[in-house]
């Protein structure tokens, strides 16, 4: 909300502190939470605390970190896109295509994926902008819309028969670490940078604080909106193509429930679906509490109903947590 | 487009006067839906002769719904269910499906859209045994003979058949291939079911765990389900690799599931060295299995699925021949039998040499 304030040169020293404070005590939960959580798998599996086995839960978080990055942007901006599952899955099953049925190189497929993410991020913000749909029903009607075309050009079959060198992104390792941790560590330090230390951050917090605001203080705001859907949606098929490249194939039903994940973990780690909140280290923090009690349960040889129940009590318990803290913020301020 | 849902209504195929209109009507939607539509002047004889009740036999519509789009093994089905329509002749097939297994209401409201849209059968797969009951019954209820195909409802009313793989017998197969695969001594192994609360993985599970207690020497130290979804096969098999590392089988119940535990077998470098049983027999199973990445494929023939569904429905429909069960049955495929011609015909069924009868 700093940034509001700056938008609307309306600045008082008390809003800027508190909103500081609220905002590091939001991710102070989540993340003691990932902590406990953390230390008490080590104790209740041997095998928890190992570098494979960490690894392995940055890997299987990778595309899912990745995703809830982008989901993050849209929620500050006090919007929502449902499309991220069936656009990931497009923009991998077409990386998958150029690789097997045009014969390019995986970087070209992965160009390729990137940029259908994009454009169906450019789909959604001019919905949103230009045609003044909500958010919630502009990206409903891209996640059928980018699902059907997804049957319709696989023909409702995997793309199977992919070779080695497709596995790159998803299975691939720099200096030992696996490149799919690489990326999201890429993506979340870019888009972390970009949301807090420019002014397109700062436009996009505004945005989301109050548009009306944003708009009379002079910023663009249909073109960054727009914007923020496009790099959300790069983002998405970025991830869709390292989950394709997981499994060595472009499955047409991945995704399918994405969206519900990602939006857990941005509001886990403090992402306000009124706008105006949220921060990238918060929504990482989220994706790995949820990505831990999975991980553990299967561990510990806990059953998936379980695990479910689990992760809503974390969201009911963040959230509210994060609502107790501001009202006393607010109540003393 | 072939998935969409189809709301448009049909005159009742068993009037006369209609019949022109409606095959006007199935082969300008043919384009659209993927359909099949053939017409036949001589078999329109032979099956009026055969009609018990006097109706012209006139052109069938049949909806045929898998669990969900999107599976090699639907595609199959669907192929079955097409070429049975084809040879009957006369017979359109409209082929619809959710784009999840999970979507069980969806399924539901499927369903009763060709209750709506009154088709002359229908021929599908329960996502959910319980759930899809009242469907079934509705359909009857609204005099629309129903045919099961992979998976049935509970209850299964009587007059309702169900086309299947004996799942349980099948699965305890599974179980003693995996012991005969693993041999002596004391081993680890790990199930990956698919979708907890569906009939057909329930019944795989017991299957599969039935077979197990008859091997002393094999525990079960893993079991977490995979929803169907490759990369979450992968991710529970690579976290039960973690916790066991002396694992030494692992049984995975349908395609993704099989696909995402080799993809986690062969991550962790252990190829080879754990023994896969998997069901199904999508492309990149097949190749799993001649690599050796996967030991033995317990393979279905869904084809035979959509095969027997249309044609006993549309028999039903002109004949009146009473529909009943029948086992589709399974093909086990290990490396030693998987070029022979047999393991052909199941895994590349066509119409010109259907793996049936």
């Known amino acids: ?31 003691a939470a990932l902590i406990v959580l953390f230390v008490a798998l080590s104790f209740a599996s041997p095998h928890f605390l190992t570098a494979d086995n960490l690894f392995n839960i940055g890997a299987q978080t990778a595309v899912i970190a990745i995703i809830a990055t982008a989901q993050t942007m849209v929620i500050i901006t006090k919007g929502i896109d449902l499309s991220v599952g069936s656009v990931a899955a497009l923009a991998g099953v077409v990386g998958a295509m150029t690789v097997r049925d045009l014969g390019f190189s995986v970087w070209t497929a992965t160009l390729v994926a990137i940029v259908i993410g994009a454009l169906a991020g450019l789909v959604n913000g001019l919905l949103v902008t ?20 997804v049957f319709i050009i696989t023909g409702a079959v995997g793309v199977y028969g992919l070779p080695e060198s497709f596995q790159l992104l998803g299975n691939g390792e720099i200096a030992g670490i696996p490149f799919a941790i690489v990326l999201t560590g890429l993506v979340a330090i870019g888009i972390a940078f970009l949301l807090s230390q420019t002014q397109f951050g700062q436009y996009t917090y505004a945005m989301g604080s109050n548009l009306e605001a944003a708009r009379r203080s002079g910023i663009s705001v249909g073109r960054h909106l727009t914007t923020v859907y496009v790099i959300a949606g790069v983002l998405v098929g970025l991830g869709g193509m390292i989950a394709a490249s997981r499994v060595n194939s472009g499955q047409p039903n991945y995704g399918i429930a994405l969206e519900l994940d990602v939006i857990a973990a941005a509001v ?5 679906l009124f706008g105006g909140q949220g921060r990238i280290i918060g929504t990482l923090i989220g994706a790995f509490l949820i990505a831990l009690v999975r991980n553990g349960a299967v561990l510990l040889d806990i059953s998936i109903h379980v695990q479910m129940v689990i992760v809503g009590l974390i969201i009911w318990a963040a959230v509210y947590f994060d609502q107790y803290r ?3 913020l607010e109540s003393r301020g | 487009m072939a998935h969409s849902i189809k709301t448009r209504r049909r005159p009742p195929a068993r009037r006369r006067h209609a019949a022109a209109l409606t095959v006007l009507v199935a082969t300008t939607v ?14 329109d004889q032979a099956t009026e002769a055969a009609d018990p009740s ?3 036999p006139g052109p069938l519509e049949l909806a045929v719904l898998p669990k969900a789009v999107g599976h090699e093994f639907w595609t199959t089905v669907r192929a079955g269910a097409e070429c049975a329509a084809e040879q009957a002749g006369d017979v359109t097939v ?16 499927l369903v009763q859209n060709f209750v709506t849209t009154q088709v002359d059968g229908i021929v599908y797969a329960a996502t959910d045994s319980a759930a899809l009951a009242p469907a079934t019954q509705a359909a009857l209820d609204a005099g629309i003979p129903v045919a099961m195909i992979d998976s049935g409802t509970e209850p299964q009313p009587d007059e309702v058949p169900l086309y299947a793989t004996d799942n349980r017998a099948a699965a305890v197969e599974a179980a003693n291939l995996l012991a005969e695969e693993l041999g002596e001594g004391e081993h680890d192994v790990a199930l990956i079911e698919f979708q907890p609360g569906s009939q057909t993985n329930t019944e795989r599970v017991e299957g599969f765990t039935e077979g197990l207690a008859q091997h002393d020497n094999l525990t079960l130290v893993g079991q977490q389900p995979s929803h169907s979804d490759v990369n979450e096969a992968r991710r529970v098999t690579e976290d039960i690799l973690t916790a066991n590392p002396d694992l030494a089988g692992i049984f995975a119940a349908n395609e993704p599931s099989v696909l995402g535990a080799a993809q986690a077998v062969e991550a962790a470098g252990l190829s080879g060295e754990i023994v896969i049983i998997g069901w199904d027999a999508a492309p990149d199973e097949v190749a799993g299995l001649r690599s050796g990445q ?37 093909t086990f495929l290990t490396q030693e039998n998987v070029d022979t011609d047999e393991a052909a015909a199941i895994l590349e069924p066509s119409c010109d040499n259907p793996p049936v009868g």
């Open chain 1, 1 to 31: 909300m700093t940034t509001v304030e700056r938008a609307d040169e309306a600045v008082r020293p008390g809003d800027w502190l508190r909103e500081r404070l609220s905002n590091a005590l939001s991710e102070f939960t989540a993340a």
């Open chain 1, 130 to 149: 230009a045609a003044r749909i909500p958010p919630f029903i502009a990206t409903l009607g891209m996640m059928s819309a980018a699902r059907g075309l």
């Open chain 1, 268 to 272: 886990i780690g403090g992402a306000s």
């Open chain 1, 326 to 328: 501001r009202r006393r």
């Open chain 2, 30 to 43: 043919l384009g659209a839906c993927g359909g099949v539509e053939v017409r036949d002047g001589n078999d």
């Open chain 2, 54 to 56: 006097g109706d012209a």
């Open chain 2, 94 to 109: 409209e082929w619809d499906g959710v784009t999840a297994e999970t979507d069980v209401e969806g399924q539901v409201n």
């Open chain 2, 294 to 330: 996967i030991s033995a494929l317990v393979v279905q023939n869904p084809f035979n699925m959509g095969y027997l569904g249309v044609t006993n429905m549309v028999n039903h429909l002109r004949e009146g021949t009473p529909l009943e069960s029948a086992d589709t049955g399974v």
